[in-house]
């Protein structure tokens, strides 16, 4: 079973910088487009950006791009997403999770296996 752990989230100041991990437990991700989603409190998840199986392919919420770096190392298993210049806006929980369905790869409904998602708090 795939199973996404997220992690590197936490309480930081606008203008600052996170880098947010996902390492696979389980199964390999090597495979699949993995995508970072995040979701604010009452809002629906929102896609943040999507890589390739190799890595030759991103994408990116226009929110976040050139902000926002996504990457994967899959001799690690793992996913990562460098988040600089952070804004109010950007806080929220975000999730990586593989893309197990067809479909586009902006749509959380073409993606399973969610991990538990790691905080991000950015601060005035």
């Known amino acids: 079973q795939l199973q996404p752990v997220e992690s590197g989230g936490g309480l930081v100041q606008a203008g600052a910088s996170l880098r947010l991990s996902c390492a696979a437990s389980g199964r390999t991700f090597s495979g699949y487009t993995m995508a970072w989603f995040r979701q604010a409190p009452g809002n629906e998840r929102a896609f943040v950006a999507a890589i390739s199986w190799n890595g030759v392919y991103t994408y990116y919420a226009d929110s976040v791009k050139g902000r926002f770096t996504i990457s994967r190392d899959n001799t690690k298993n793992t996913v990562y997403l460098q988040m600089n210049s952070l804004k109010l806006e950007d806080t929220a929980t975000y999730y990586c999770?593989?893309?197990?369905?067809?479909?586009?790869?902006?749509?959380?409904?073409?993606?399973?296996?969610w991990g538990q998602g790691t905080q991000v708090t950015v601060s005035s």
């Open positions: 999770a593989p893309q197990y369905y067809t479909g586009t790869y902006y749509d959380p409904n073409a993606y399973a296996y």
